[in-house]
């Protein structure tokens, strides 16, 4: 089950969590996307935060409204591209962060990354 953060809107979390199945490929290229009502039922949200949430993706580029099959995922693969590659940013330089705050120096974390990736873990 998908929990909200009080601290941060819903819908900004709604779209964040259909950028991360966009960047992941659980949604993949020309894929419809759920109905509002379905994806408000299965997040347990109003509708209206829903609809707010696509609205704002569709001005984003990253989804669309086809007439006849309703919202579908962008068939701009660049796009897709781009926006993996900067969640996957932010995910490393929160990595480092966090690293650093343990008192690791960037050489350090590139050592201990390369030894956990060669042992496989």
Do not use: C, H, W
Request: aromatic letters at 6%; zero cysteines; charged letters at 30%.
């Amino acid at each position: 089950m998908f929990s909200f953060q009080k601290e941060t809107p819903i819908y900004l979390q709604l779209m964040d969590e259909i950028k991360g199945q966009i960047a992941s490929k659980k949604l993949v290229s020309g894929e419809k996307i759920a109905s509002i009502r379905d994806l408000a039922s299965f997040y347990a949200v109003n509708p209206n935060t829903v609809q707010r949430a696509l609205l704002e993706l569709e001005r984003e580029g990253l989804i669309s409204t086809k007439r006849a099959s309703g919202k579908t995922v962008t068939e701009d693969t660049k796009m897709v591209q781009e926006l993996r590659e900067s969640l996957a940013a932010v995910k490393v330089q929160n990595f480092l962060f966090a690293m650093e705050a343990l008192g690791y120096s960037k050489e350090e974390i590139a050592a201990l990354i390369n030894r956990v990736v060669k042992e496989g873990k």
